[in-house]
């Protein structure tokens, strides 16, 4: 739709107009985001998460009610991200037997976080107990300070 033809000659009306057409046609673009990215932002949209740090470690605390320990997937990427992904599949219907209303989620979820410089990638562990899973990372120790070096001063 044109808004020019509605009498709408502003600048205003010709940009949002210029954005509208960019809209339509960012779907078929390279440029625009691909179907993996649009999958992965909204597995992590739908994936709620609480961060805590404590004077050792950090914990990482995802609600996962449902969801098989195999299912679940940690790993480290680019040696400071951890990635929390997994699968909740739905449960397969019983002959008979159907769906009157469905509320919880199901199908891929994926969480990532950027890690600190004081991180210890290789000391991670995981638990899932009660439907809640929990990822632990130490922190590596503070760096001891460095001593003053002692230059001997002699005399010529």
């Keep these: 739709m044109d808004l020019r033809m509605m009498a709408f000659d502003s ?15 960012s779907e078929k673009s390279v440029s625009g985001p691909s179907r993996t990215y649009a999958r992965d932002a909204k597995a992590m949209a739908a994936t709620p998460a609480d961060v805590k740090e404590s004077p050792n470690s950090y914990a990482f605390i995802v609600d996962m009610p449902g969801v098989k320990s195999g299912d679940i997937k940690v790993q480290v990427e680019y040696e400071n991200v ?5 699968e909740r599949k739905r449960e397969e219907e019983k002959e008979g ?18 890690l600190p410089e004081n991180a210890n990638t290789d000391k991670i562990s995981a638990v899932c107990q009660d439907g809640v899973l929990t990822v632990t990372v130490e922190k590596l120790p503070p760096p001891e300070p460095k001593k003053p070096k002692t230059i001997e001063v002699k005399i010529a």
Aim: positive net charge; without cysteine.
């Design 82 to 86: 951890v990635v929390i992904s997994g």
């Design 11 to 25: 600048p205003l009306f010709s940009v949002l107009q210029h954005l509208h057409d960019v809209g339509d046609d």
């Design 97 to 114: 037997a159907k769906y009157v209303r469905m509320e919880r989620r199901v199908g891929k979820f994926m969480r990532k976080f950027a």
